[in-house]
């Protein structure tokens, strides 16, 4: 059985790894807490943001709390996109996963600080999945950080 949708990437010293998924764990701060509080446009920017990266959008499914917050996922033919917001502290959760190379979930991120209007956002960036290139087979060990931004 061949592995489906590998990542390859390069690590520090040149060396190939193979991985089946980038995760990015993003949190938005400062966001304008009306579109956060929208059911509308929550889901409008995370379906447009998988849209953005490249991604096949398979399902959605968006919930409006009471008295505020949204909390919704995408799901993607490469994986998911999921957020729950705190409209009241404009801020905003979201992971952003991806399976294989033909997306980048941090243009998903990058879209969604303009949406938002975050004054300030982080990330990030996990290799989950890492294949284990003597036996080909997915590595017993936790995921491992690709990179982290603070802007």
């Known amino acids: 059985m061949a ?9 520090e010293s040149g060396i190939e790894e193979i991985h089946l998924g980038q995760h990015v764990l ?22 447009d943001a998988a849209l953005e990266c490249g991604a096949t959008i398979v399902q959605k499914c968006f919930h409006m709390f009471n008295p505020y917050g949204v909390s919704g996922v995408v799901i993607i033919s490469e994986s998911h996109l999921a957020i729950h917001t705190w409209p009241e502290l404009g ?3 979201v992971d952003l996963f991806t ?12 879209f969604l600080k303009k949406m938002f209007n975050s004054k ?3 990330f990030t960036e996990l290799k989950r999945g890492i294949i284990d290139r003597e ?14 931004l603070e802007n």
């Open 3 to 11: 592995v489906t949708s590998p990542f390859t990437a390069f690590n």
């Open 26 to 47: 993003a949190e938005f701060f400062e966001c304008d807490p009306n579109t956060l509080n929208s059911l509308d446009k929550v889901e409008k920017y995370m379906v």
């Open 91 to 93: 801020y905003a959760a």
């Open 99 to 110: 399976c294989g190379d033909k997306c980048d979930p941090k243009v998903s991120y990058e």
């Open 120 to 122: 300030k956002a982080t």
């Open 135 to 148: 036996t080909m087979k997915v590595a017993e060990k936790p995921f491992e950080i690709m990179q982290q």
